[in-house]
């Protein structure tokens, strides 16, 4: 299956703080989604991109999608201690979109002491 | 107004029994899927299915069947239970041809 190297694999900040975190796919992409999962929760979609190098912002939350198709990158800017929890981008490869397959990176646990 | 649901939440069992857990959506979504996400928080897909019909089925035992009576509903049967099996399964929807997926909350199995 694809490979999803997410980085890093887990971020300690203060509040207030910004955070970037990214992923790199082994191939290309058509669509890049990042998701949030809380504590005991399922993942939640954050962000949605459909187009080499589209910037999206979501509140505090922008990502891109990098013009090589094979990276994204997602950025939390002032951070806040609800925004704790694990960061997971995800995206179909140029044969699985048809299927629906998703592939997931490891995730970021992120962690906001106050 | 719940989107994707699933029952139950938590599921304690013996190994060697049979389990199952269930979903629905009431999104009008089409497709639904089943994920495993490990104790390290690693999300696989297991089975996807596209109006009743199995699209994607991974590489998982034969003891997992999945079973989807209308396009709302998914269900997970597990035969006998492994330790190994102890996971937390989610059960995801999306409209055929999008990307966009939506998780429900997941099912904690625990196999002692």
């Known amino acids: 299956g694809q490979q999803l190297n997410q980085s890093p694999q887990s971020m300690f900040i203060q509040e207030g703080e910004d955070v970037s975190m990214n992923c790199t796919s082994s191939?290309?992409?058509?669509?890049w989604l990042w998701y949030k999962q809380d504590p005991g929760e399922g993942p939640v979609l954050l962000i949605a991109?459909?187009?080499?190098?589209e910037l999206t912002s979501n509140g505090r939350l922008t990502a891109q999608f990098g013009i090589t198709r094979k990276d994204s990158f997602l950025n939390i800017s002032a951070s806040i201690p609800s925004d704790v929890g694990i960061y997971f981008c995800?995206?179909?490869?140029?044969?699985?979109?048809?299927?629906?397959?998703?592939?997931f990176g490891r995730g970021t646990q992120l962690t906001v002491w106050p | 107004d719940t989107a994707v649901s699933q029952t139950p939440k938590y599921l304690v069992t013996q190994m060697g029994n049979d389990k199952s857990i269930k979903c629905e959506q009431n999104?009008?979504?089409?497709?639904m899927y089943w994920y495993k996400q490990d104790s390290k928080k690693f999300l696989k897909i297991m089975f996807s299915?596209?109006?009743?019909?199995?699209?994607i089925n991974e590489t998982v035992p034969n003891r997992f069947s999945p079973k989807s009576p209308d396009k709302a509903h998914l269900n997970l049967h597990i035969n006998s239970l492994e330790l190994g099996d102890s996971a937390v399964y989610f059960c995801?929807?999306?409209?055929?041809?999008?990307?966009?997926?939506?998780f429900g909350p997941g099912t904690r199995l625990t196999v002692l």
């Open positions: 991109l459909y187009k080499a190098g």
């Open positions: 999104l009008g979504h089409d497709t």
């Open positions: 191939s290309i992409f058509n669509t």
């Open positions: 995801a929807s999306s409209l055929a041809g999008t990307d966009t997926q939506y």
């Open positions: 995800a995206g179909p490869d140029d044969r699985g979109s048809t299927l629906g397959r998703l592939y």
């Open positions: 299915y596209n109006n009743k019909e199995l699209i």
